[in-house]
């Protein structure tokens, strides 16, 4: 595979850029952190930069990514899953594959930035081109939403923190497969100089400019407050159980009508189910 001679330090820049937006892990450092690369083919614990690089390397600097947020501590509250993360990031994937044309799928990013901009203070996002889409990049300030007695009834509220502020902020022109699965143990971000394989693909094989991962615009280093977002989420949220009741009170009409209760089905019914849903599907 011929790759770009400048293609190291290019990664290496990425790299520590992105590095820029994400939260720490636990002790202050941003280190440990996970990384995905297509050799990989799954997340791995790296302790360093050089570390990470040398497993980009090995990739050939394909779809490389760091991950966002550090490991969720082992605590047991809420359901037996507390997270005890801020959703301190928003990542928001806007595909092409979503869109008729490229001016529809340049509208929809143009609003996004606007929305970001107008929601959260004058904000102003990291944008990714990835050779399928843009994803948009805007750290925050945040607290943990579980420890906030109005959140406190919902299941999971700072994850699911990430799922609405992407549907908002976008209008709802997100990538919904993305928007559904999107937790704080998948938020991969991609690494600018590294190279999209399925581009390459599509490419004849060939790392050039159609396949390279690009910064289009720099994040201004502000971090604002979701604050300015938190009604309009429990509103959202409130909503949200409302139609869940309505659906099982539903369905529980439907078999007690016709004596066929299921109880294992009532059962799981009540348990939330925390993350991995498309895999549990």
């Known amino acids: 595979?011929?790759?770009?001679?400048?293609?190291?330090?290019?990664?290496?820049?990425?790299?520590?850029?992105?590095?820029?937006?994400?939260?720490?892990?636990?002790?202050?450092?941003?280190?440990p952190r996970k990384i995905y690369t297509h050799n990989l083919g799954c997340q791995r614990e790296v302790y360093d930069i050089n570390e990470a690089m040398h497993y980009f390397e090995k990739s050939c600097y394909l779809d490389c990514r760091t991950r966002a947020y550090p490991?969720?501590?082992?605590?047991?509250?809420?359901?037996?899953?507390?997270?005890?993360?801020?959703?301190?990031?928003?990542?928001?994937?806007?595909?092409?594959?979503?869109?008729?044309?490229?001016?529809?799928?340049?509208?929809?990013?143009?609003?996004?930035?606007?929305?970001?901009?107008?929601m959260l203070g004058g904000a102003h996002p990291t944008v990714?081109?990835?050779?399928?889409g843009y994803h948009v990049i805007q750290p925050v300030e945040a607290v943990v939403l579980e420890e906030i007695k109005e959140?406190?009834?919902?299941?999971?509220?700072?994850m699911n923190f990430l799922r609405f502020a992407e549907w908002k902020l976008s209008n709802g022109k997100m990538d919904t497969q993305h928007n559904r699965t999107i937790s704080f143990g998948?938020?991969?971000?991609?690494?600018?100089?590294?190279?999209?394989?399925?581009?390459?693909?599509?490419?004849?094989?060939?790392a050039d400019e159609r396949t390279e991962v690009r910064v289009t615009?720099?994040?201004?280093?502000?971090?604002?407050?979701?604050?300015?977002?938190?009604?309009?989420?429990?509103?959202?949220?409130?909503?949200?159980?409302?139609?869940?009741?309505?659906?099982?009170?539903?369905?529980?009409?439907?078999?007690?009508?016709?004596n066929q209760v299921i109880p294992w089905i009532e059962n799981l019914v009540r348990i939330p189910l925390p993350d991995y849903r498309k895999m549990i599907i």
Not at 8 to 31: A, Q, T, Y
Not at 186 to 206: E, F, T, W
């Open 186 to 206: 998948n938020c991969l971000l991609r690494i600018p100089g590294s190279h999209n394989s399925k581009c390459m693909a599509a490419n004849g094989g060939i």
């Open 151 to 158: 959140f406190g009834e919902f299941v999971q509220p700072s």
């Open 217 to 258: 615009q720099k994040w201004d280093g502000c971090r604002p407050h979701i604050k300015s977002l938190l009604g309009s989420y429990y509103a959202y949220l409130v909503d949200q159980k409302q139609k869940a009741k309505n659906i099982v009170g539903d369905e529980r009409v439907w078999y007690t009508d016709k």
């Open 71 to 118: 490991d969720q501590p082992a605590l047991t509250k809420y359901f037996g899953v507390d997270n005890g993360i801020s959703p301190s990031l928003i990542m928001i994937d806007i595909d092409k594959s979503q869109f008729p044309t490229d001016r529809a799928h340049k509208t929809a990013l143009s609003k996004t930035i606007t929305n970001i901009r107008e």
């Open 1 to 31: 595979m011929d790759l770009p001679i400048d293609i190291r330090k290019k990664v290496l820049d990425g790299s520590e850029f992105v590095l820029m937006h994400c939260i720490p892990s636990e002790g202050g450092s941003i280190f």
């Open 128 to 132: 990714l081109w990835t050779g399928n």
